[in-house]
């Protein structure tokens, strides 16, 4: 099989003024790689025809296949067609067929010009990509021995016409799948990882293995390369069971994108309600799984007690205990959690509180967070010290991953109070 | 003043296989262009030496500064450094200070490995940037005529980093400062704006104003260059005086980051209590506002009532009520303001109930919302409708910018059921 570098060149001063974010070069990379078609490069220049082609000198250099986004539209700055049919010495001319269709398109419109019938004009002998939702078509050829794909700018567009039309056309190129899974792990920073699996990841070519970080977990991502989707999945089989194996409690979930999302896979499978209250998290913990479509069906509600009165009121825990305790508790999280449970007549129900910074209570260092987790069978609460360094963010993050942690725990049957330290990513 | 031109070298494997978008390119690009300073060319590069070093000699050749992002982490695979100091003929030298902070950092973490400390070997003679929210940290050289800057990959410790030490570094390389005010704007859409402002763009020169999208509103950013700060904010005092006045009361804040902030300003001078029932946003209204540091003076607290019994259980709703008005509906909306504010006795208080989907309630269309907000001279509610094709996201956010909008024009004395359409962005 013959091996195929990719260059994705995207168009466009809208990308390097920061105005958008370049989603086409990931989703045509993220779709690459499953066809088994490497990406070694990405580009973005703006409209400006001699740093394009400048850019297509280059990329012709380095790579079999590019892929260009961006600028196929009506106006002048839409260079892309002119300057890759220049740099292949191909002319422009107009596409019968296409043109038919635009003229059906534009009568919905009212704002039809005449410059839209600059889309229609393409590198003569291409293979055309209609647009089926808008209007600029795409095209490929291939000239002295690269080929060349050229995709219109707007995400869904590309998108679309990525996996309606590119990828029948780059099927015949290829017989090679990729197929890739994610092991997210929780309490191990990227580098422990890295550590545990230095051996495997030098010696190992297909499938290999990589660590990635993420912002308060981490992942292993392993791929396989074979001549079917089948087969790939026969060679990761054995790799994927040996790594979850080594990691033990650490991994959290297969192919699932946060800890949230893992904690609802099981309560699907094995369906229990919960609710939280919320102190220094303030109601994030409880948004980032009503993020999740599906969430009402387990979480039935929760509380954000950030002033004692609202613990009091709210979870009905006495004034006088919380201010004995002081806020910031072991036992003031036990009882949120245990109220919260009994306020809600939930299967479990979480209570955090700790100091986000950066102000703190004169007692605890910012950073101290206690989350504890009620059920019938008793109540859990880990101490965080995550440092006065973290921002108010991470450890409002780190807080809540530490409430989904010890749910998965619950749920799973293992120790839920383990993996109690606060782990540096 | 000597013109800049950029060029942003992203590194990463993760990148080319579409794991995860450049964000850093386009956050980067957004502040280099506010500063004044040119992009030409965003590349991305995987995690292979002998490409990473044709990648600088390249960048070396067509840009005066190069800004990489990723690849400083602790894993054989962070090569930046070391393929930057090579092309420049640096040694790299262990950082004292930073291997100093760095052995406080790990301290909190109980899975240390040797490896961290690669992150803490830098091109000797250069400045260091710490990183505030994570380990590994960046840093700037010049040499030979091109200024270096490394940035750490993930996208919070690049963007903290950026703001926190590249822009004072880059401030020095020019004897003219630029300053920038940014006008936020709700209810209107980044195309209505340009529009508006499209005289004043085309013939300003010194000031500039541009207009900018954000997820759920948009701003307009006015820019001066000038020989000193006191200068250029006496040239930017009288458009920003013409831009307020144009926009009226679509302004909700001037160099805020969002609507939250400006609410925690007015608040900080006008102090008032308030408390938030959520149930389609599920804790994000919240989670919003107690991300923001001296929160906890005015949010008393909330309630995440996702079903109906805990709007019956947390807020006293009577289930009846809610059964014959509907779950989302204006008369629930309005019942959970009142209810919240008379719970935890606020000056303030709102409720927000509708359908952020994808499933629907047989009655109202996906992206339907009622907010309420309740206070002492009255309640108001808005009637959403954001239509099905909106992201769970999308809607939730927008829900939670009609609350904080409701609460701002309450405290300006406002209209506050004003601005009820839900703009089109």
Known sequence: MREYNTEILSVGT?????????????DISEELSRLGINVRYHTVVG?????????VALA???ADIIITTGGLGPTVDDLTKVVLAESFGLKLVENQA???????YITYSNHFTENNYNQVMLPEGCTVFHNNCGTAPGCAFEADGTIVIMLPGPPKECRAMFRESVIPYLRTLSDKVIVSHSVRIFG???SAVDDLFAAEMNSMRNPTMAPYAKECDCLLQVTAKADSEAEAEEMLRPVMAQVCEKLGDYVYGTDVECMEEAVLQLLQKNPKTFALAESCTGGEVAARFTELPGASEFLKGGAVTYTNEAKAVMLGIDRQFIESNLAVSEPVARAMAEHMRAVLNTDLAVGITGLAGPGGDGVHEV???F????AENGTWVRELHMGPQRTRSFIRRMAGNHAYDMIRRWLTGKEVAGNRSCPAF
């Not at 809208?14 to 990931?26: F, I, K, S």
């Not at 409209?47 to 850019?55: A, I």
């Not at 296409?98 to 059906?104: D, G, I």
């Open 367 to 369: 950073g101290t967070v």
């Open 371 to 374: 989350v504890a987790l009620a």
């Open 60 to 62: 012709r250099s380095r």
């Open 188 to 190: 191990l920073g990227e």
């Open 14 to 26: 809208e990308l390097l003024l920061g105005h958008v974010t370049n989603t086409d070069a990931r």
């Open 98 to 104: 296409e043109r038919e269709q635009m003229y059906e």
């Open 47 to 55: 409209d400006n025809p001699q740093r394009m082609r400048d850019c």
